[in-house]
């Protein structure tokens, strides 16, 4: 993936001593599953990251990470920006 250790100084370095090298994104809370056991099953909820916030992350730290994550409570496939984001990940 990305080559690096997270030995850019910046942005992190006023919240952090290190630079994260492995991030996971929720790019999406929406889910097209209703598994009962899942707070999904009982509402209607969901939207996707906005763009603005995806490129501000792009632009401080997806160069200098070794692995990206896009998933979180949601299906990431349903993320009407994925293809993109995905292809800014590999």
């Known amino acids: 993936m990305r080559s690096g250790r997270g030995e850019n100084p910046e942005p992190f370095s006023e919240f952090a001593a290190h630079n994260p090298v492995h991030v996971w994104l929720e790019v999406t809370n929406r889910c097209n599953a209703r598994c009962i056991y899942c707070g999904h099953h009982y509402s209607d909820f969901g939207e996707d990251m906005d763009t603005d916030l995806y490129k501000k992350i792009k632009s401080d730290a997806l ?9 979180g409570y949601g299906e990431p496939f349903l993320a009407s920006h994925f293809d993109d984001f995905f292809e800014d990940c590999i």
């Open 63 to 71: 160069d200098h990470l070794q692995g990206v994550e896009l998933y």
